[in-house]
């Protein structure tokens, strides 16, 4: 039988599980988001990848408590140069994205 702390545990180690893959399905929306706005801008998006600055709890269009990321990513406009952009999700629904040039979403 299982006791109160193993079930604890188990519980936190499912949460945690979830919490990696949801952070990866958000991560690969913030890639996909980016990847897309440098194309359609004509900007290079550096190193393919974006990486987390900020985690926070927000709520949602329906007003569900979710999770906020903001995603920093490089980019550049000349081929020359590195600049910074961000992309917030809530949730997996991208919520703004901003290149330093405007803000596209």
């Given at each position: 039988?299982?006791?109160?702390?193993?079930?604890?545990?188990?519980?936190?180690?499912?949460?945690?599980?979830?919490?990696?893959?949801?952070?990866?399905?958000?991560?690969?929306?913030?890639?996909?988001?980016?990847?897309?706005?440098?194309?359609r801008?004509?900007?290079?998006?550096l190193?393919?990848?974006?990486?987390?600055?900020?985690i926070?709890?927000?709520?949602?269009d329906e007003?569900?408590?979710?999770?906020?990321?903001t995603?920093?990513?490089?980019?550049?406009?000349?081929?020359?140069?590195?600049r910074?952009?961000e992309?917030?999700?809530?949730?997996?629904?991208v919520?703004?994205?901003?290149?330093?040039?405007?803000?596209?979403h």
């Amino acid at each position: 039988m299982i006791g109160g702390w193993e079930l604890s545990a188990l519980l936190a180690m499912a949460g945690l599980v979830w919490l990696w893959l949801d952070s990866l399905r958000a991560r690969d929306a913030g890639v996909v988001a980016a990847r897309k706005t440098c194309e359609r801008e004509g900007l290079q998006l550096l190193d393919e990848t974006v990486a987390i600055a900020k985690i926070r709890l927000a709520r949602n269009d329906e007003g569900q408590l979710r999770l906020q990321r903001t995603y920093a990513f490089e980019f550049s406009d000349t081929g020359d140069n590195r600049r910074k952009g961000e992309v917030t999700l809530v949730g997996a629904e991208v919520v703004s994205l901003y290149t330093g040039l405007r803000i596209l979403h």
